[in-house]
């Protein structure tokens, strides 16, 4: 049932809803982390490198709260949860775990990075402006993972159609980019300063927090300010053609009522014409 309303109003009025899809990816991290951390106890391998790689067998649940807050925050639809997330996860889990292990790349990257340069930074400041330029090709890489979700459970475009789109688009819409960004970074901050200012009790409930909400606002805020951009450029999925019925009547009848547009809505995804 649609509402009239924004994101930003959206955001409360659905936030019981968005909050259980937040929990739908964050439970597996975290129980994916909390595996790959009694590994690493045992082992005697015990990093937060090996911790993040929970983030590759939990990312095809990353589709799920992608179209969840596509279609609240951008479509005002309300959204049946569990079927939703049911459906999305089966048709993009290997393109999302493709995605989780680029996720996974740029983290650990960064990581290892900031170390490095970091600490020798002290020494030369030539590592200084290195580390500079490194966070700046990084931050572009983040600007791409924010398209990426998104881009891969609306449009049925191929995965290095995706990313070349993704990268295309960090320039094509540069001020939507930097503003959410900016509110990224501020997220993160909060997250960030909330673990180093808290100790014993309140550091766990500060992380426990942090794992419930974080991801599901960091898709919330990326998905809102950069969707409206995003569809002036690929292709609308707020007001699209649609078919109700099976895939290969959904194309033909779809096809032919797209007017010349390189792309129709299908089921739930952007299909591209072939001309």
Request: with cysteine; aromatic share 14%; proline share 3%.
């Amino acid at each position: 049932m649609k509402k009239k309303g924004c994101a930003f109003l959206n955001f409360f009025r659905y936030f019981p809803k968005l909050f259980a899809a937040g929990l739908m990816f964050s439970v597996p991290f975290a129980v994916f982390t909390a595996i790959l951390a009694l590994i690493g106890y045992l082992t005697g391998f015990n990093n937060i490198i090996l911790w993040g790689l929970s983030v590759i067998p939990a990312s095809p649940m990353l589709a799920g709260l992608a179209m969840t807050v596509r279609k609240i925050a951008i479509e005002n639809t309300d959204v049946e949860l569990i079927p939703t997330f049911r459906e999305v996860v089966k048709e993009n889990f290997k393109a999302f775990l493709l995605h989780g292990v680029v996720i996974y790349l740029i983290c650990a990257c960064t990581f290892f990075s900031v170390l490095y340069y970091g600490s020798m930074a002290a020494v030369n400041a030539m590592y200084a402006s290195t580390l500079t330029m490194y966070m700046l090709f990084t931050a572009v890489l983040v600007v791409v993972m924010f398209y990426v979700p998104i881009m891969t459970v609306t449009y049925e475009l191929r995965l290095r159609d995706i990313y070349k789109n993704a990268f295309l688009l960090v320039i094509g819409k540069i001020l939507r980019n930097l503003i959410a960004l900016v509110f990224i970074t501020l997220l993160s901050a909060v997250a960030f300063f909330g673990i180093v200012l808290t100790n014993g009790v309140w550091l766990w409930i500060t992380v426990a927090l942090i794992v419930a909400l974080y991801p599901m606002m960091f898709v919330y805020i990326s998905i809102s300010v950069i969707s409206k951009g995003m569809q002036e450029s690929v292709g609308s999925f707020v007001n699209p053609v649609k078919a109700e019925v099976d895939d290969s009547k959904a194309v033909a009848e779809a096809v032919s009522s797209a007017e010349g547009s390189d792309y129709v809505f299908v089921n739930g995804k952007m299909i591209k014409v072939e001309k």
